[in-house]
């Protein structure tokens, strides 16, 4: 019986333990260790273990749905919750797929235990990453963000490379366990070679930190947060008022060479003109200053003659000329358009605005000679939109986003955490400005050198500096997980006729 309530106990209780690595609790040292009751008793239950653990860890770590859902989804408590879970669950067959993938070419063609489930979790977070456009929140690798020395070397691998070290200290701790009830020989050579390659992924943060580049072609920025409540934000009686909190807060900037201002902070079509597209010009020529702004727009198509609605940002110059406009490519599915309109015409958006929107195309925004790349709300989630970006020429990364929808809650330092890993592995400069926050100004190594509080309305100034070149991921990009996928693939394949 004992046994049996191990089995049962010890998934649920590593996905806890891994959920409270994340902003939650904020205690990342607990992913070195949080998977090892999930890895202990896998063997025996491989997809019953990784899916129970997933599931909790899940639900836990996204909790926060519940409130998008039913406060400004307004829908009903119970399919709120119906939805929530079905979510929690689809994400952890993930988990369950990566144990039953080790067990299965672990037992078939005997490769260590701790490396093979290592090389499918990672893999196997890759395709969670783009699979039915992609959900990558709660990556492993993200619970380590604070950890200054141990995440440089995200520009070497990305927030993947993260991940497989925490899952080769995880699985190494697992055997030893295993094998120490076991009464066999504990794998000390295995835990070397991990503990030199950990030493060094050390030692290269520590090299990294150290010698820094000094810092050239600064950029003078205010982030501005206006704090507008989701329930007035499209209210056309509050739209004078919201552009006024923004016109003021931009006046307290101290010079400013560029004021960002968040998503749709402009909650009008700009394109249209008129008296509120001046205001907004106003504010670049009256600050002398460069103005990023968020506002949607539209596009018409010849072929058919309809109009396409675009989640967008506007470049302007300190004399109030357009300079360019950046789309948003990779659009949140139930909150900027409905997928698969056939199969769900009975679902509607979330978010409150004008229509479904289409993905437009990513393209850096040019300033004084220098390039901007612009992340669109969750875009910053998605490690490959930023590694583009920056391949393309990008030498500041800039995030703009509207977090009310998350409440009071962890989410919003969530998102924060995925932002700043964009900056470490393209090493470059990233400037965030949340409609409630966190607004922040990020350096290349992670670190968040000012920031908002959540809520309220607040100017964030601080220099940033334009950076050229990126890193080894900047033009690598996700090799280590499509060639862990590719490895995992062969493992699979030479597998198929073993018997078990």
């Known amino acids: 019986m004992t046994d049996r309530w191990l089995q049962r106990l010890a998934p649920p209780f590593s996905g806890l333990l891994m959920a409270l690595a994340f902003p939650l609790a904020g205690q990342g040292w607990l992913a070195w260790l949080a998977l090892v009751p999930l890895l202990v008793v896998m063997p025996s239950r491989p997809w019953r273990s990784g899916f129970s653990a997933g599931v909790v860890f899940f639900a836990v770590t996204l909790y926060w749905l519940n409130l998008v859902m039913t406060v400004y989804g307004q829908m009903p408590w119970v399919l709120a919750i119906v939805a929530y879970l079905l979510l929690a669950t689809y994400l952890a067959l993930f988990w369950a797929a990566t144990c039953w993938c080790s067990m299965r070419i672990h037992r ?10 290592a090389v499918c979790w990672v893999a196997l ?3 969670r990453n783009w699979l039915f456009t992609g959900f990558p929140w709660g990556n492993i690798g993200y619970s380590q963000i604070n950890a200054l020395w141990l995440v440089q070397s995200a520009d070497l691998f990305g927030v993947y490379g993260l991940a497989l070290m925490l899952l080769l200290v995880n699985g190494l701790l697992a055997d030893g366990v295993r094998r120490r ?12 070679i991990v503990g030199l390659v950990l030493v060094g992924q050390l030692g290269y943060g520590y090299w990294r930190l150290a010698a820094a580049e000094p810092d050239r072609d600064a950029l003078q920025v205010g982030l501005v947060q206006g704090s507008i409540d ?34 749709s902070a402009t909650p009008f079509f700009y394109q249209n003109g008129g008296e509120r597209a001046y205001q907004v010009r106003s504010v670049a020529r009256e600050q002398r200053a460069y103005l990023l702004f968020g506002s949607p727009s539209y596009a018409r198509q010849e072929a058919d003659d309809e109009v396409a609605y675009l989640n967008s940002a506007y470049l302007l110059s300190p004399q109030a000329q357009l300079l360019g406009r950046s789309d948003k490519v990779h659009l949140v599915p139930f909150g900027e358009y409905v ?12 978010a409150e605005g004008i229509g479904d929107f289409v993905p437009g195309q990513l393209q850096p925004l040019s300033l004084n000679g220098h390039q901007l790349g612009v992340l669109i709300c969750y875009e910053a989630i998605f490690p490959e939109l930023a590694q583009k970006l920056v391949s393309r020429g990008a030498q500041v990364l800039v995030n703009i986003t509207n977090d009310a929808w998350f409440g009071d809650s962890s989410a919003p330092w969530q998102h924060l955490d995925m932002a700043r890993m964009r900056a470490i ?7 965030r400005s949340a409609n409630t926050g966190v607004s922040a100004l990020i350096d290349p190594f992670g670190r968040v050198v000012a920031q908002s509080r959540l809520f309220e309305p607040a100017l964030v100034e601080g220099t940033a500096y334009f950076k050229q070149g990126g890193s080894l991921y ?3 990009g996700d090799s280590l997980p499509r060639l862990l996928g590719i490895v995992v693939l062969v493992w699979l394949w030479q597998s198929r006729k073993k018997k078990l």
């Open 108 to 117: 078939a063609l005997h490769v260590p235990l701790p490396l093979v489930t």
């Open 230 to 263: 989701q329930a007035v934000k499209w209210d056309p009686a509050h739209l004078q008022r919201t552009l006024e909190r923004y016109r003021q807060l931009s006046a307290q900037a101290q010079d400013p060479e560029l004021l960002v201002w968040p998503e």
């Open 181 to 192: 009830v076991a009464g066999e020989t504990l794998p000390w050579r295995s835990a070397l």
């Open 474 to 476: 900047t033009h690598t």
């Open 125 to 127: 977070e890759y395709v």
């Open 339 to 350: 997928p698969l309109w056939g199969m769900f015409g009975l679902v509607e958006k979330l």
């Open 425 to 431: 592995e393209n090493k470059v400069w990233l400037l």
